[in-house]
């Protein structure tokens, strides 16, 4: 790939690739209309906007610096040099890698991206999905502890005398029948073993 391919490959990104400029603040703030702000799934949400924000930026503004070296005929080198050597093989630079998730391709690293801040975005808009795509949490267990959390508090149990229990569908569920004491979600991967659907069991 040459420097005026990768110079184009990156304007690409920035436009279109990327998910547009959103004000995190405005729309943390914005969720506090669904979600006490004390409450510890609102905190959870904060959390999971603060770490796709300074993600974003970091992308972002790497980006930025390297698409303007490519511009100026400047040397590329350091964290641009690492960036523009994945770009060119279409793979996730490791520095994206490392703060992120596990993608097979640029492309679905990007996919990813943009849904993750999609999902977000509707959260503190509109409230909780029902069904929530837990496979695109940075931190699921931390979602989990929460939401126990949370209903501890509305039901005033005390957290060491309650405990989470899980049930796997086949088929999705209606959103008519959800349970307000109940998260659904989806994107959980098993690894090291295999479920039996008719069984109901591993």
Known sequence: MSNSELFNAVESILRAGFP?????GKIAKESLEF??????MHLFLVQEIARL???MNKVQHVL??????LQHGCAIVGEELTVATALKRGAVPSDWDRESWVSESL?????ELNKRAEMLQGWAKKGK?????VGGLFNPMAFATHFLQEQCRA?????????LTLEVHAE???????NPETTYVSGVILAGAGYDFRANKL
């Open 107 to 111: 492309t679905a690293w990007l996919d």
């Open 64 to 69: 930025e610096r390297l698409r303007n070296s």
């Open 53 to 55: 924000q300074q993600l």
């Open 20 to 24: 547009r400029e959103l004000d995190w």
């Open 35 to 40: 979600h006490d702000g004390s409450k510890p």
């Open 129 to 133: 999905p029902w069904a929530l795509w």
């Open 155 to 163: 039901k005033g149990w005390t957290l060491d005398r309650a405990w």
């Open 172 to 178: 999705a569920l209606d959103m008519q029948s959800a």
